[in-house]
Nanobody
């Protein structure tokens, strides 16, 4: 079992920045990858950025060059630095931890944190 606690959301003006944090606890040694997803009203949840155990990162096209995912292994914490925020970035952001098992994939989710970009 993995528990995820997110923090750092809020209201920011267009062009501003926010940093989200996700602290993992429990069976963190089993985690293969962590990521950030978001879900806007009326839309499906989408992957924003991910980071694998070896440090490889990937990003949605819509956030490339603006968002950066990173981690502090000692603290079992993953971050999402969001710069040049746009109104279309408004959504609930969820932290995800993925464990790859021989016969299934286990996904764990945080409670979500609201990010609102508005003037």
């Amino acid at each position: 079992q993995v528990q995820l606690v997110e923090s750092g959301g809020g209201l920011v003006q267009p062009g501003g920045s926010l940093r989200l944090s996700c602290a993992a606890s429990g069976s963190t040694f089993s985690i293969n990858a962590m990521g950030w997803y978001r879900q806007a009203p009326g839309k499906e949840r989408e992957l924003v950025a991910g980071i694998s155990r070896d440090g490889t990162t990937n990003y949605a096209d819509s956030v490339k060059g603006r968002f950066t995912v990173s981690r502090d292994t000692a603290k079992n914490t993953v971050y999402l630095q969001m710069n040049s925020l746009k109104p279309e970035d408004t959504a609930v952001y969820y932290c995800n931890a993925r464990i790859l098992l021989p016969t299934r994939i286990d996904d764990y989710w945080g409670q979500g944190t609201q990010v609102t970009v508005s003037s």
